[in-house]
């Protein structure tokens, strides 16, 4: 080797260990996000920007009237603290949500700031913040769903849910049973009946219905709830001789979260999945079907209603919730379906074309992801558009939109709302084949049995960000082997104990682009001396280098196309690692920074068009 060659080596790899260095203070001085970790003081959520924007000036808060009490919920390090929080300060206690330890509180303004002035541990406050039923509504009737999932075809074997049960927060459920009478075992399809909102406002409620066993009819003023229970476990038989259920033999239970307009509140939800875990063993209740939702307020790990629903996923209950109808601009997914560990479901729609797959197309209000954390979501897509179904023909939709009400009392309405019920479904379907499945195996075996859409040249037609792992498959999910591939690096005990929280491996790069992160994982490192630092210090820089791989970078772009093949012979690159997850401190940063922005809460977006 010459003289000149070996100067050039030397001052190549000078130039590598400048250029590691460089790339290292640049990352160093990046925006964090912010919250990152609990905190013990009160803090007021607020909405979840769809994407990265510049901080905005903080607004001046509203005049409250001195006297006026508003709605809250209350956390403490236990039921008993919070209680006493707010009676010390005066507040009125309202109920108790000891799933997340907290009460429902009715506080003034005077009230409010004295209870955030008070040396509580860890105490927040949260706004009782509004919910609305994640459906929009059509004019044309649609009845195929149950075989455009391959869910028919398990029918006829005899799989159909039998003796597992989906727990429907939802409006109720119809007094006028109907196809929800009798499953084709001639048992009854609808165990009990539970109604958070009357418990909420008569005290005496609770003991009576538990005297009645839970029998007792709620009735469903709004019809949404009918709606999904129809999707989830309608037995009635169409004109061809199918169910026009997905999983006709199961059970339900029906929680009344939702009032006669479709709009709940923070606190009913959480009281509704109290109520279920409580009665979980008692109705083998296995899934918890939640087609509802808001814009997050905050990180999941903040947020009350996303604090319950972990909690019914580590009491071994498969969460479902719905994706949001905020889409298709990125980052539009509702709370409850930003939580990393449920399966969140987009919608797809078969554009008035039944049971032909080149046509079905990703519905436009579906909502997408990444989450704030960087998750992938959501996980899996079902059908979605212009879905019909057994619903009251006195509810509050009913009634306002006469044009959607078909010749038996069936109702048809688009939405991620509906797309949610058709994987609760399949769900069903799945624990009566495998009743050992953990919630954890059963996303993994939706996902690994999903089909996603790919283009004729054999890329995704839709990224993981819109389409996750792609439209539900009955068959294959049920008899699906997969293991290992959902929740990977997650641990939902130590999330809750607010010891842990996690961030995906989703981020955005300064052109606006989503990828997904290399596997932090492969890229970790230690070695001594100034050689085996800089080794390492070079592997940290490699590990924020984005996988490129096909679906994995998105411009947020939506395309209406179809002609797309949704395939089970998809090949992924790297599994479904990007639906792992990892530790937040181990310093997840937005890449051009991340800000929650100011407003007022929003109830969520119902488009008026079908799809």
């Known amino acids: 080797m010459t003289t000149k060659t070996r100067r050039w080596l030397l001052a190549a790899c000078a130039a590598s260990v400048l250029l590691a260095l460089w790339a290292l203070m640049?990352?160093?001085?990046?925006?964090?996000?912010?919250?990152?970790?609990?905190?013990?003081?009160?803090?007021?959520?607020?909405?979840?920007?769809?994407?990265?924007?510049?901080?905005?000036?903080?607004?001046?808060?509203?005049?409250?009237?001195?006297?006026?009490?508003?709605?809250?919920?209350?956390?403490?390090?236990?039921?008993?603290?919070?209680?006493?929080?707010?009676?010390?300060v005066g507040g009125v206690v309202t109920g108790e949500l000891s799933i997340i330890r907290a009460v429902g509180a009715a506080l003034d303004d005077r009230e409010l700031e004295a209870l955030r002035a008070s040396d509580v541990p860890r105490l927040r406050i949260f706004e009782d913040s509004p919910v609305q039923a994640s459906s929009a509504a059509g004019v044309l009737p649609e009845t195929n769903y149950?075989?455009?999932?391959?869910?028919?075809?398990?029918?006829?074997?005899?799989?159909?849910?039998r003796g597992v049960t989906v727990a429907v927060l939802d409006s109720g459920v119809w007094s006028n049973l109907g196809p929800l009478q009798t499953t084709p075992y001639q048992t009854p399809h609808v165990l009990a009946q539970y109604d958070v909102i009357q418990a909420r406002q008569q005290a005496t409620y609770s003991q009576t219905a538990a005297l009645q066993n839970y029998s007792q009819s709620i009735n469903d003023l709004y019809g949404h709830g009918t709606h999904m229970s129809s999707i989830i476990g309608s037995s009635g038989v169409a004109t061809t001789g199918k169910f026009q259920g997905v999983a006709p033999g199961s059970n339900l239970v029906s929680v009344r979260v939702l009032d006669s307009t479709g709009a709940g509140r923070y606190f009913d939800v959480i009281a509704g999945i109290q109520w279920v875990v409580k009665q979980k063993l008692r109705y083998n209740?296995?899934?918890?079907?939640?087609?509802?939702?808001?814009?997050?307020?905050?990180?999941?790990?903040?947020?009350?209603?996303?604090?319950?629903?972990?909690?019914?996923?580590?009491?071994?209950?498969?969460?479902?919730?719905?994706?949001?109808?905020?889409?298709?601009?990125?980052?539009?997914?509702?709370?409850?379906?930003?939580?990393?560990?449920?399966?969140?479901?987009?919608?797809?729609?078969?554009?008035?074309?039944?049971?032909?797959?080149?046509?079905y197309q990703l519905a436009s209000f579906s909502s997408a992801g990444p989450t704030y954390e960087g998750f992938v979501k959501p996980e899996i897509v079902g059908m979605g558009g212009h879905m019909l179904a057994y619903a009251p023909n006195n509810g509050t939709l009913a009634e306002e939109f006469p044009q959607w009400v078909g010749p038996y009392d069936d109702f048809t309405m688009?939405?991620?709302?509906?797309?949610?019920?058709?994987?609760?479904?399949?769900?069903?379907?799945?624990?009566?084949?495998?009743?050992?499945?953990?919630?954890?195996?059963?996303?993994?075996?939706?996902?690994?049995?999903?089909?996603?859409?790919?283009?004729?040249?054999?890329?995704?037609?839709?990224?993981?960000?819109?389409?996750?792992?792609?439209?539900?498959?009955?068959?294959?999910?049920?008899?699906?082997?997969?293991?290992?591939?959902?929740?990977?690096?997650?641990?939902?005990?130590?999330?809750?104990?607010?010891?842990?929280?996690?961030?995906?491996?989703?981020?955005?790069?300064?052109?606006?682009?989503?990828?997904?992160?290399?596997?932090?994982?492969?890229?970790?490192?230690?070695?001594?001396?100034?050689?085996g630092g800089l080794l390492c210090l070079v592997k940290d820089v490699l590990s924020i280098i984005p996988l490129l791989g096909d679906g994995l970078l998105w411009n947020g772009s939506y395309t209406s196309g179809s002609g797309y093949t949704w395939s089970n012979g998809y090949t992924w690159s790297n599994g479904y690692t990007w639906s792992n997850g990892y530790t937040w401190s181990t310093g997840y940063t937005w890449s051009t920074g991340y800000t929650w922005s100011t407003g007022n809460t929003g109830t969520g977006t119902d488009i008026t068009s079908q799809q």
């Open 26 to 88: 640049l990352r160093s001085d990046a925006p964090s996000p912010s919250p990152v970790t609990v905190v013990s003081r009160p803090v007021t959520p607020i909405p979840l920007a769809v994407a990265p924007a510049p901080a905005r000036a903080t607004p001046p808060s509203p005049v409250v009237q001195v006297g006026v009490r508003q709605d809250y919920i209350v956390q403490a390090e236990s039921v008993e603290a919070a209680r006493s929080a707010v009676v010390r």
């Open 146 to 161: 149950p075989s455009e999932v391959a869910a028919s075809n398990l029918h006829v074997g005899g799989v159909m849910g």
């Open 285 to 359: 209740i296995r899934v918890l079907n939640l087609s509802l939702g808001a814009p997050p307020q905050s990180p999941y790990w903040a947020d009350p209603l996303d604090q319950a629903v972990m909690a019914a996923w580590a009491s071994g209950i498969v969460v479902v919730a719905a994706a949001g109808n905020r889409g298709p601009q990125p980052m539009t997914i509702n709370a409850p379906g930003n939580v990393p560990y449920v399966i969140t479901v987009g919608a797809v729609t078969d554009a008035y074309h039944p049971m032909q797959p080149l046509q």
């Open 414 to 531: 688009s939405g991620t709302s509906q797309a949610t019920a058709v994987v609760s479904g399949v769900v069903a379907l799945m624990l009566q084949v495998n009743p050992s499945l953990t919630p954890d195996q059963v996303k993994c075996r939706l996902m690994s049995g999903a089909h996603p859409a790919v283009t004729s040249k054999g890329t995704l037609a839709y990224t993981v960000f819109q389409q996750g792992s792609g439209l539900v498959n009955a068959h294959d999910a049920v008899y699906g082997t997969a293991t290992n591939c959902a929740n990977q690096g997650l641990n939902v005990a130590l999330d809750l104990a607010g010891l842990q929280h996690y961030g995906g491996r989703a981020n955005r790069d300064s052109n606006g682009n989503y990828y997904i992160m290399s596997d932090q994982k492969t890229t970790t490192c230690s070695g001594g001396g100034l050689l």
